[in-house]
Structure formats: structure tokens, C-alpha cells
């Protein structure tokens, strides 16, 4: 038996181990909730980035929170549809457009009527180009959400791709309808329009979007195309400075101005302006062809050569970059390098009448016996019911010259004719009336025509 002291000891000791044992349960489960805390904390937090509504983080950073849902698969098949489909957002974001459409597939496999998964797949299509696949996606959004501005607007865009403006309009006009603070849709609705050549049109919805968004610099550029598409070029002029002032580093603004200002002849402001343009986005070929252009206008031959050089650099299949080349090459007399680019032209533009002409001369001063033959095929390519075909037939010899000049109807046509005739001349050996013919087509032309810069250089080499 246990003595009282012994007892009383032993006693305390069984209390103080209930004591402890009371701590320990209680400390695990604190430490239990509170690890059930930080995972309901992670998770939560994992759905934030996963969801990135404010596009607050990189794509990495969501794409790393939606994994972790994705991957503890304990929600529900609408969230989990929904980790998906955001994961897909970010991929696409990052321009990995196959691992976001497999992501929207697996959204849609989970939740057959999510429409949101629909739009954005079918956004991702149309990336890569696949618009019968980016429509078919579109309609099935709307089909499961009729009310859904977005897809309408989506949609619309791809008929515009597809080149049926009256059903993008259509589209347009029922995101309108659906919302009509949509600044995309009042942009889209105005370049469809301006497609059409309704300049007027274009206008009215550029001014509904920008009343909806005044800073917004791409609309002002948008209208500055549809200012210029109906001759006003001062209008232009106006809204591409607001988009640069909207936008300072905004290339395409500047590109757009410095040709609203070459259509003014305003060659230098034109060249400050294509050389922004330039140094804000050196790979942007257009405005160094542009550029290009206006060296050749101004008659500095080289620096044109250079710039179009530059071009087709940063983009092999330029055509108007080869083509322009290689009447810069013919206006210096390198007959054969004009010939190699001018041959690119016509196995790019098989139908243009003009680019099988200025191969045919280039040949021909070239010293190229061919050069006849090859006109007599590429001939076969283009159309021969309209101008400038006498013209080919003039050098094939089976029109006269009074006949083709007949033929020559618009007073553009007519400067055509002057210059292509004074080239046929001097193959003819008939130095005075080419001279005349050239002069004519000199007064007449266009300074931005082709054939004026060409009877300009003519003359030059003929000592006139």
C-alpha cells in the first residue's frame, strides 16, 4: 500500500501528466487550425492570382496560383472549369496560344456552357488565324449567353477578318445594344465602315467611342484614317497629334501623321516624323519603307535605297519595299538589280500590268534579248480590259501609238501613257519625241506617281 505522502506525491505527478497531456491535445489542436488557416490563406490566395482580375501580376505568377488549384482538384467542377480557364487567360497572355486552348478545352469539357471559356478559345483562334474554328467557338458563346456583349463584339471582328463587313457590322451594332459603353464595339463598328469606304460612318462611331474614352489615343488614330480616307487632311493631321500627345511613344501615330503630312508635300515634317517613328519601334518596317518613300520623293536616291534595304531586312516578303527598290534601282540606271526586284514584284502581283511593265523596260535597257517573251507571258496574267493594258500591247507590238495614247482616257492614265511611251521611244532610238514624251509626262504626273519620279530621272540622264 502507498503511504499518504507517497500518495499525495504520486497524485500530483498523474495530475500534472493530465496537465500536460490537456496542453499537448490543446497546442495540436491549435496547430492543426491553424494550419488549416494558412492553406485556406494559401488557397485564397492562389485564386487571387489565379484570377488576376486587375491584371496585377505576371502570367507566371498566375499561372503558378492556378496550377496549385488545379493540382489539389478539391473544388468543384465550376472552379475548377474556372482554373482552367484562367490558367488559359495567362498562356495567352504569354502568347502560348496552344497551351491556352488546351486550357479552354478542359474548361469547356468540365462546364459544357461555360461561354466565357468559349470567347476566350475562340479569341485564341483567331490569333493563330483559325477563324472558321474562332467563329464556330464565338457562336457557341452566344449561343449559351445571348446577352453577351463580348462575343458579339469577337464575332464581329472575325466576319471583318473573313471579309464580310455587313455581318461584322451586324455583330457591332448588337454589342452595342447589349452594352453601350463598349468603346471596342463603337471602335470596330468604325472600322468596318471605313473598310467600306464610308468615311462619314466611321467618323460617327469614332466620335461615340471617344466621347466614351477621351484618352484613348488608338481612336484618335482610327479617326485620323477616316479623316484622311475622305480627303480631310488637316482633320487627320489633328487627331494624330492628340493621339501623340495622348500617347508620346505611340509609332503608329506618328507613322500616320508623317503621311498625312507627305500627302501635303510637307516632305521634311514627314521625315522628322517617320524617323520617330522608327526610334520609338526600330523593327517597324512600314515606317522605315515609308520613310524610304520620302527620301525617294526628295530625290536622295540613296538614303531611299538604304531605307528600303532596312525594310525588307525586317520583313524578306515586303513587296512594296522590293518593288519601290527596284524602281529606285531603274531610276539610278542599275537596270539589272532593278530587274531582280521588279522580278520578285511580278511573281508576287502576277495580275499588275504596271510591275510587268517596269520588269519588261528593265530587262529591256538591261541588253535582255528575253525580255519581250517574258512580257508576253506575264501579259497573259493580267487584266486585259482595262488601263493600262494598251500599254502592254504597245510594247508587244500590236497596238499603234496613236491608238494607245486614245485608250488613255483619265488624265492619270494620260501621264501614264506619256512616260511609258517616252521609254518605248528610246527603245526605239527616237531620242527627240521621247524627250517630248517625257517632258509631257514630267508636267502632268502626279509627284507621287512612279511614272513621274521615272520621267524626272529619264530626262536627267538625257542631259534635260
Known amino acids: 500500500m502507498v503511504s499518504d505522502l507517497r500518495r499525495t506525491a504520486f497524485d500530483r505527478m498523474l495530475a500534472t501528466a493530465a496537465l500536460v497531456a490537456a496542453c499537448c491535445l490543446s497546442a495540436g489542436i491549435a496547430a492543426a487550425q491553424q494550419s488549416q488557416q494558412e492553406q485556406r490563406s494559401q488557397q485564397e490566395q492562389d485564386w487571387i492570382?489565379?484570377?488576376?482580375?486587375?491584371?496585377?501580376?505576371?502570367?507566371?505568377?498566375?499561372?503558378?496560383?492556378?496550377?496549385?488549384?488545379?493540382?489539389?482538384?478539391?473544388?468543384?467542377?465550376?472552379?475548377?472549369?474556372?482554373?482552367?480557364?484562367?490558367?488559359?487567360?495567362?498562356?495567352?497572355?504569354?502568347?502560348?496560344?496552344?497551351?491556352?486552348?488546351?486550357?479552354?478545352?478542359?474548361?469547356?469539357?468540365?462546364?459544357?456552357?461555360?461561354?466565357?471559356?468559349?470567347?476566350?478559345?475562340?479569341?485564341?483562334?483567331?490569333?493563330?488565324?483559325?477563324?472558321?474554328?474562332?467563329?464556330?467557338?464565338?457562336?457557341?458563346?452566344?449561343?449559351?449567353?445571348?446577352?453577351?456583349?463580348?462575343?458579339?463584339?469577337?464575332?464581329?471582328?472575325?466576319?471583318?477578318?473573313?471579309?464580310?463587313?455587313?455581318?461584322?457590322?451586324?455583330?457591332?451594332?448588337?454589342?452595342?445594344?447589349?452594352d453601350p459603353k463598349s468603346v471596342f464595339a463603337f471602335t470596330n463598328h468604325g472600322n468596318a465602315y471605313l473598310a467600306k469606304g464610308n468615311s462619314e460612318r466611321a467618323i460617327a462611331s469614332y466620335d461615340a467611342a471617344i466621347r466614351l474614352s477621351p484618352g484613348n489615343p488608338t481612336v484618335f488614330v482610327n479617326r485620323g484614317n477616316a479623316y484622311q480616307a475622305k480627303g480631310d487632311v488637316d482633320g487627320a493631321l489633328a487627331n494624330y497629334s492628340e493621339a501623340i500627345r495622348l500617347a508620346p511613344t505611340y509609332a503608329s501615330a506618328f507613322n500616320n501623321r508623317a503621311n498625312a503630312y507627305q500627302i501635303k508635300g510637307d516632305l521634311d515634317r514627314a521625315l522628322m516624323d517617320y524617323s520617330e517613328a522608327i526610334r520609338l519601334d526600330p523593327g517597324y518596317a512600314i515606317a522605315v519603307n515609308n520613310r524610304g518613300n520620302t527620301y525617294q520623293r526628295k530625290g536622295d536616291l540613296d538614303r531611299a535605297l538604304a531605307d528600303y534595304d532596312e525594310a525588307i531586312r525586317l520583313n524578306p516578303n515586303y513587296a512594296s519595299a522590293v518593288n519601290s527598290r527596284g524602281l529606285v534601282y531603274y531610276n539610278k540606271g542599275d537596270y539589272e538589280r532593278s530587274a531582280l526586284d521588279l522580278a520578285r514584284g511580278v511573281a508576287q502581283r502576277p495580275a499588275d500590268a504596271y510591275l510587268a511593265m517596269w520588269l519588261y523596260l528593265a530587262r529591256a535597257r538591261a541588253g535582255n534579248q528575253d525580255a519581250a517573251a517574258e512580257l508576253e507571258t506575264n501579259a497573259k496574267k493580267v487584266r486585259q480590259t482595262a488601263w493600262p493594258y494598251p500599254v502592254v500591247e504597245l510594247y508587244l507590238g500590236r497596238r499603234s501609238l496613236a491608238a494607245t495614247l486614245a485608250a488613255a482616257g483619265a488624265p492619270g492614265d494620260r501621264c501614264d501613257a506619256q512616260f511609258f511611251i517616252g521609254e518605248w521611244q528610246l527603245l526605239q532610238a527616237d531620242r527627240p519625241a521621247a524627250i517630248a514624251s517625257l517632258k509631257g509626262a514630267a508636267d502632268t504626273c502626279p509627284k507621287t506617281f512612279a511614272e513621274f519620279r521615272g520621267a524626272q530621272a529619264e530626262l536627267k540622264r538625257l542631259g534635260q
Open 49 to 178: 492570382r489565379c484570377v488576376n482580375s486587375a491584371q496585377t501580376f505576371p502570367p507566371d505568377v498566375a499561372i503558378g496560383g492556378c496550377t496549385r488549384m488545379i493540382d489539389a482538384g478539391d473544388g468543384s467542377r465550376s472552379a475548377l472549369a474556372g482554373a482552367f480557364s484562367n490558367r488559359g487567360n495567362a498562356y495567352q497572355d504569354k502568347g502560348e496560344l496552344d497551351r491556352a486552348i488546351a486550357d479552354y478545352t478542359e474548361a469547356i469539357r468540365l462546364n459544357p456552357r461555360y461561354s466565357i471559356a468559349f470567347i476566350n478559345r475562340g479569341k485564341a483562334f483567331a490569333q493563330k488565324r483559325a477563324l472558321d474554328r474562332a467563329l464556330a467557338d464565338y457562336n457557341e458563346a452566344i449561343r449559351f449567353d445571348p446577352d453577351q456583349a463580348t462575343a458579339f463584339n469577337n464575332r464581329g471582328t472575325v466576319y471583318q477578318e473573313m471579309g464580310d463587313l455587313d455581318r461584322a457590322i451586324a455583330d457591332y451594332e448588337e454589342a452595342i445594344r447589349l
